[in-house]
């Protein structure tokens, strides 16, 4: 039974849960414990304790095949893009991702659906009884990983497409066994628990590699790949590399789409459709393809033919991924957060604004790399930058935004702090036939798309 500090840390000691509320406020709680115990609360503790945990709830891991996700930038499209083939076959699959953008269920997904708040509450509860009378202690992730388990067992997914939180190595997802593992790639970001380094991060990265397991792996640099290809080759794990094993070529934008070519092996697509004008997009739907090229060849999903295939990658969303809202102006959103996902989004930006008046609209949290992350917006060739705050409690002060902005640029800088009226404000700079791009964090994407959608749907009617 937990000891009177438990009790003072968690309110809800000992009593169910009752509504989604009592989930949300019981996590802010976990959170707030973590925090004031010195423990990482977006980490992981332990993997006794979530090992201990999904034991005690008959390893619901085990009860469907899985794929796992890690690299730097791109996980949750390359996510959400390998859950959608696997569907596309006519199987049932859970996906698992971080952070959310609208509302925390988006998180646990099952066939592209969140899970409903009901379904979270029973999860969470079956978690919650092993914590108030078992003892184990949790950080909010290791929770929230252990109670999609469950939720995914209790729908009786197939399989589930599982991204990590931060890493891999010592991730609260590498508890699992999965069919193959994707790292999309390696590049600087979260050095504070990663490294400073691309090998110390690569060597994170290469940690969910499993034993004969095949591993697909995406472009980086030569020294961080050749660590993951020697963590495999010791693992005896089977490497799909990226330009070698498998490759994405002919990129060309359509509008805000883009087609490419995809090759697999032997294999070949022609007129692959992904919905956004980013060429990484096409590479992120490389990997996926590749993840379930491994599966088809080994039986473990069916096969789709060319015309399915290509629908189905052509239906995928990319919430805050280079998001386009065609509208009065025309509206981007990118929860671009560290500086190689900035440099992309600037190279973007540069090929589709074709001369329109354009204004970025930024936030950053305050422990990411933000020199380095406004340089590479500095190049993106806008007209005006609005720098705002938010969350509030985890921005950088947007005045400060705005002196590194003016160091590296000429360019217009404007302070606004309210997000809602830095967005108005960012709408009518713009001009009617001008470009908004929203940036800097997932958080502030999130904000923004309910607005961003509000826009469209005034110029529509």
């Known amino acids: ?41 977006d980490g992981t503790v332990s993997f006794e304790a979530i090992a201990r945990c999904l034991q005690d709830l008959g390893r619901p891991d085990r009860a469907y095949r899985s794929v796992h996700v890690t690299g730097t930038n791109g996980k ?27 509302h925390f269920r988006e998180r646990i997904s099952v066939d592209g659906e969140p899970i409903s708040e009901q379904e979270l509450v029973d999860a969470c509860n079956h978690l919650k009884s092993l914590m108030d009378w078992g003892g184990v202690e949790m950080s909010p992730f290791e929770f929230l990983t252990s109670a999609a388990f469950f939720a995914f067992r209790a729908a009786k997914v197939d399989y589930a497409v599982v991204e990590v939180g931060i890493g891999g190595r010592q991730d609260a997802t590498n508890i699992i066994a999965p069919e193959v593992s994707i790292i999309t790639n390696v590049d600087y970001d979260h050095m504070d628990v990663l490294g400073d380094s691309l090998e110390q991060i690569a060597a994170e990265k290469s940690g969910i590699i499993k034993p004969l397991t095949p591993v697909v792996c995406g472009p980086m640099a030569d020294a961080p790949r050749e660590l993951i290809l020697s963590r495999a080759m010791q693992l005896s794990a089977p490497v799909l590399l990226i330009g070698r094993e498998y490759e994405t070529k002919e990129f060309v934008r359509a509008g805000y789409q883009g087609t490419c070519t995809l090759r697999v092996g032997d294999s070949t697509w022609e007129g692959i459709t992904v919905d956004s004008p980013a060429a990484f997009m096409a590479t992120n739907a490389a990997h996926a393809l590749a993840a379930y090229d491994v599966l088809r060849r080994r039986g473990l999903v069916a096969t789709l033919d060319g015309s399915a295939l290509r629908h189905t990658l052509a239906q995928v969303r ?29 190279s973007t930006v540069r090929s589709v604004r ?28 806008a007209d005006r930058a609005i720098f705002t705050r938010h969350p509030d409690d985890r921005a950088v002060a947007p005045q400060d935004l705005a002196a590194i902005w003016r160091s590296y640029t000429p360019t217009t800088a404007e302070i606004v702090n309210d997000p809602t009226e830095s967005f108005q404000r960012a709408v009518l700079a713009a001009e009617p036939l001008g470009f908004v791009v929203v940036t800097g964090s997932l958080e502030l994407g999130g904000y923004c798309r309910p607005l961003a959608q509000a826009a469209v749907s005034q110029v529509e009617a």
């Open 1 to 41: 039974m937990p000891d009177t500090e438990s009790k003072k840390l968690f309110p809800h000691w000992a009593v169910p849960f009752s509504s989604y509320k009592d989930v949300m406020d019981f996590f802010r709680e976990l959170e707030i414990a973590c925090i004031s115990g010195g423990r990482p609360s």
């Open 76 to 102: 949750t499209s390359v996510s959400r893009m390998t859950a959608a083939l696997i569907q596309a076959s006519g199987l049932k699959v859970g996906r698992f991702t971080s952070p959310h953008l609208g």
């Open 318 to 346: 990319m919430p805050a991924c280079c998001e386009v809202f065609p509208g009065r102006p025309t509206i981007v959103i990118d929860g671009a957060h560290n500086a190689p996902a900035a440099a992309s989004l600037s």
């Open 354 to 381: 074709e001369g329109r008046r354009t204004v970025l609209l930024v936030s950053l949290l305050r422990e990411k790399e933000v020199e380095k992350i406004i340089r590479q917006l500095a190049g993106a060739g």
